[in-house]
């Protein structure tokens, strides 16, 4: 909107006499909008022994090398395939006598891969290459009670893995030990705001928001082999140590008795 400039010498002057009327905002109407509170952050570890795991293994067998590829007899596949099958129904049969449950072993599915081996070399010819197949069937083994493990994994050496490629630690209850973590961080934010509370001479409300700034989270820990066992010193001891949950959380407290 304009006026005409008569209107607009009277009306500025009119509009600046308003504005030095209105009393400035005081400090108490500044703290009135101002909402009192105390935020707090925190951050909690939890520390846990795992109480599960899983063993990882690999059996595999070769054909014979020959030129090329295309070489390879069909006759020796199958013979590879026949071998390797019987070497893995005996490794499960052997695990099953150590008092595993059959369906805590699985057999992943057949993996057929083409080598390439180094170059012979022949008198004074150029060197040959070789190939041949590997035929290879991974084993996936669920231990529940880890006082097996170390004889389970005398019974995988004992039938001859060609890869044993090492321990998956796990929980069998995740959610309770992520739950656990997020509790501690919790009440690690109250001890921090009841100690700032204390110091500063100031009374806690309620709590007025809350949120995780780091939500837990369970990763199984994975461990290769290892064997405490000096020589001639008895049978192995496998340590499965611990895993590390971390749980960051943000809370805020009302301040009350604020004048």
Do not use: C
């Not at 703290?31 to 059996?59: G, K, S, Y």
């Not at 590390?244 to 959380?249: C, L, R």
Request: hydrophobic fraction near 45%.
């Amino acid at each position: 909107m304009s006026f005409p400039r008569p209107a607009r010498a009277l009306f500025l002057p009119a509009l600046v006499a308003m504005l030095s009327i209105a009393p400035p905002m005081t400090a108490s109407a500044l703290a009135a909008e101002t909402p009192h509170r105390l935020d707090v952050q925190a951050q909690a570890e939890l520390a846990v022994v795992p109480d599960r795991a899983t063993l990882e293994a690999r059996l595999w067998e070769h054909t014979p090398a020959v030129a090329q590829a295309a070489d390879v007899e069909a006759d020796a596949l199958r013979e590879a395939r026949e071998r390797l099958e019987e070497r893995a129904a005996a490794l499960i049969q052997r695990l099953e006598a150590q008092g595993l449950a059959s369906e805590s072993i699985t057999a992943g599915s057949l993996q057929v891969q083409p080598q390439r081996l180094s170059d012979v070399q022949r008198g004074d010819d150029k060197p040959e290459p070789r190939v041949r197949t590997r035929l290879q069937r991974p084993l996936s083994i669920e231990v529940e009670d880890l006082a097996q493990l170390p004889a389970l994994l005398d019974a995988l050496t004992a039938a001859g893995v060609n890869a044993l490629d090492g321990v998956r630690y796990d929980l069998s209850d995740r959610e309770a030990a992520t739950d656990e973590a997020l509790v501690k961080a919790l009440a690690k934010a109250r001890h921090k705001a009841e100690l700032m509370a204390e110091t500063l001479g100031i009374e806690l409300g309620e709590v007025i928001a809350a949120s995780e700034t780091r939500a837990p989270v369970f990763q199984p820990r994975m461990m290769a082999m290892s064997d405490a066992r000096a020589e001639g010193a008895g049978p192995a001891e496998y340590r499965p140590g611990t895993i590390t949950i971390e749980a960051g959380v943000n809370v805020s407290w009302a301040i009350d008795g604020q004048p």
